[in-house]
Antibody, heavy 115, light 112 residues
Framework: EVQLVESGGGLVQPGRSMKLSCAAS????????MAWVRQAPTKGLEWVAT????????YYRDSVKGRFTISRDNAKSTLYLQMNSLRSEDTATYYC????????WGQGVMVTVSS | DIVMTQAPLSVSVTPGESASISCRSS???????????VYWYLQKPGKSPQLLIY???NLASGVPDRFSGSGSETDFTLKISRVEAEDVGIYYC?????????FGSGTKLEIK
């Protein structure tokens, strides 16, 4: 059974950093691209970043470029999202998703950016 | 960015009846390889989104065949036949043809 389990969320002050993790199991992690998709409270889905199966290619939405870094450790079957210079508009539930068409999703982790 | 526009905003359906949700893209989602890169997701209350339909008309694993997807290059429809109580939630269309992937604003399905 495919499982994606996010961790690392919480309350953080504007301008500070936070790192999210996503532990994957039930499939060969190193065969799949992975992505982060977020959802602000009561809002719709918003793609954040994608990484290729081997980590050689990464893609970001414009609003997070230069602030967020997606990475992966295939030996640990873990996906990461390093978030720097956080803003209030980054407040959202962050979902880890598999593949290039998001066929499996984690349970999500809440990130609240507030002073 | 490709804009995805969904309609209606919400729909109320009697159990056993059918429901249709529309989605329109601001540019063609038909790739030169013949694949149309539109996807449908359902987010049940308090849950994570789940994939229903991929590449316009393909049923994702474990999804009941009451769900079906169809469309053209820019206009797409998700049809739910014989709606059940477990189908309540917010339905999103999404395009994965090009970066950034974008989603519609969602259609809320309720049971009468």
């Amino acid at each position: 059974e495919v499982q994606l389990v996010e961790s690392g969320g919480g309350l953080v002050q504007p301008g500070r950093s936070m790192k999210l993790s996503c532990a994957a199991s039930g499939f060969t992690f190193s065969n799949y691209g992975m992505a982060w998709v977020r959802q602000a409270p009561t809002k719709g889905l918003e793609w954040v970043a994608t990484i290729s199966y081997d980590g050689s290619s990464t893609y970001y939405r414009d609003s997070v470029k230069g602030r967020f870094t997606i990475s992966r450790d295939n030996a640990k079957s873990t996906l990461y999202l390093q978030m720097n210079s956080l803003r209030s508009e980054d407040t959202a539930t962050y979902y880890c998703t598999r593949g290039h068409y998001f066929d499996y999703w984690g349970q999500g982790v809440m990130v609240t950016v507030s002073s | 960015d490709i804009v995805m526009t969904q309609a209606p905003l919400s729909v109320s359906v009697t159990p056993g009846e059918s429901a249709s949700i529309s989605c329109r893209s601001s540019k063609s989602l038909l790739h030169s390889n013949g694949i149309t890169y539109v996807y449908w997701y359902l987010q049940k209350p308090g849950k994570s989104p789940q994939l229903l339909i991929y590449r316009m008309s393909n049923l994702a694993s474990g999804v009941p065949d009451r769900f079906s997807g169809s469309g053209s290059e820019t206009d797409f429809t998700l049809k739910i036949s014989r709606v059940e109580a477990e189908d309540v939630g917010i339905y999103y269309c999404g395009q994965l043809l090009e970066n950034p992937p974008t989603f519609g604003s969602g259609t809320k399905l309720e049971i009468k």
